[in-house]
């Protein structure tokens, strides 16, 4: 089966209007992943360099889990919670205890209403073209960074596992290992995006200076300092800004083409 029918499935699945949509009654869904995922490492194998993109407020105008609140009622609780954890796992945690009883269908539509930045799905199409793997690394959501993944034929999405039970879902969130310190990592950080950066690097033999990211917030910092370019993207951070070699403070992603040879 082709990696373009098997998303078709995927995403027709994700869209059903039907809020009790049960993914684990599709019984070749599992079957279609690994052969997706088989194909993809196959043909991914024989490339030598990356992008990685953030993806609230970076490809999406907007965070998904901000415009959750708008759209459930629940900012001044997730406001709360940010102010007073200071612990990034617990906050993790506790932040996902807000999407408890939402459809994964509902999610989807939330992740369908913020825009994502005009151009970008034939941006990632020639970078593509160039020999480059394109993915994104978020602290966002498997199901909503595998959605945009699909939207825009990326090859790739690391994120937080969000679960669900018969598609609703249950509070719960499983950080994955790959986002942890460990003996090889940049930065002394607990939790830090360039260890699955790293992860995607060891998995393909790619030099870190064969890597390009994008981000906009201090959750990017050290992905930013790390790659082998680094690029701010409509940050308002100034140390994000300092430590980036290039800033877009454009709503574009062109000049990327400009600089991806």
Known sequence: MSKEVAQTIILKAASSKNPHYNFEELGVLNEIRSQMEFA????????????????????LKGRFIDTCA?????????MNIRSSETDVIIL???????????????????????????????????????????????????????HVKNKLGMDFSLSNELEFSKSICTGEVKI??????????????????????????????????????????MNDLCMIKEAGLGIAFCSKDELLNHHADIILSEHSFSEILNIAK
């Open 70 to 78: 708008n759209q459930f009622d629940f900012k001044k609780e997730l």
């Open 92 to 146: 993790t945690k506790r932040i996902a205890t807000l999407l408890k009883g939402k459809a994964i269908s509902e999610l989807i539509a939330i992740a369908d209403s913020i825009p994502i930045i005009e151009g970008t799905k034939e941006i990632i199409a020639e970078l593509k073209k160039r020999g480059y793997i394109v993915g994104i690394i978020s602290d966002s959501y498997d199901c909503i960074t595998n």
């Open 40 to 59: 993809l490492d196959n043909q991914l194998s024989t490339l030598n360099k990356l992008v990685v993109f953030d993806m609230d407020n970076t490809l």
């Open 176 to 217: 994955p290992s790959f986002l942890f310190s460990h003996p090889d990592s940049l930065c002394k950080h607990t939790l830090c995006k360039t260890n699955a950066m790293l992860n995607v690097l060891n998995k393909y033999q790619i030099k870190r200076e064969n890597t390009i990211t994008i981000g906009d917030s």
